[in-house]
């Protein structure tokens, strides 16, 4: 366990997760039944999963680039003036389309991008998905404590990190996602913006059809995609935020209850 942070296994009452990202308490959802506790059919679509085993790796920047990506990647920065300049930005009316500064305290629920902010102005690292080689990774404003602060995650195709407001944020990678959902108690669970936009992303990076477990492709989805579950409080939330990502952008948001 590293100092200021504890990790929960994943939970069935609480959403999905692969890791507690948080600090300073214990787990708030140890009386909580976990994944490993629910009964899975036969065909329930045990997927390949990502080694939980192997070593993990520093987060760490993105190297420069070399020969003439890295020299062409200099001009373009050099004429912005500015190393982070932001990309592209997400489609109007999309959840994460707003643009806020770096200070700005949003709602709980909200969501908004900071661009052009270096990531050691963002806070302190607290975990990477995926662990090795992490595509997205997660910063705390104000680590050591359960109430609610801002968040920052980065690995977004424009290169401007999210924010939102939240006391607790989980991962959820989609083994543990299709494995609650495909299983024998998946058809009694409602159906959100979030599942149906991974049903998409699912048919289209694994070709199988809808209702049905990604089967041998899921190494390939599970590198850029994953669920994070945005609690409002640390201990009993009645709901919480959902948020999909996929290959560096947002995908769909929604409240779970």
Known sequence: MRAGVSKAGVTLGLGLCLGLLLAGCGDPLSDVPRYSDV????????????????????????????????????????????????????????PDAREVSLGVTLPYGELARVCGVPNRKLGKKIEGYPEKGSQYVLYDSVPGTTAPRTFYLTGFKDRCARQFTAALVIFGAP??????????SGAELPVSSTDAAYEKVKSRVCRVRKGKPCGSKM??????????????????????????????EVEAVDLKN
């Open 219 to 248: 190494r390939t989805l599970a590198r850029d995609t994953v669920f994070v579950s945005v609690y409002e409080r640390f201990g009993s939330n009645p709901r919480w935020k959902n948020i999909l990502l996929h290959d560096g």
């Open 175 to 184: 083994e543990s996602y299709e494995q609650l959902h495909y299983g024998p």
């Open 39 to 94: 009964p899975l059919a036969d065909d329930a679509g045990q997927a390949d999963v990502l080694a939980p085993d192997a070593p993990r790796a520093p987060v760490t920047d993105d190297a420069p680039q070399r020969g003439l990506l890295g020299l062409f990647g200099a001009k373009a920065a050099a004429a912005t003036g500015d190393d982070d300049a932001p990309g592209r930005p997400p489609r109007p009316g999309a």
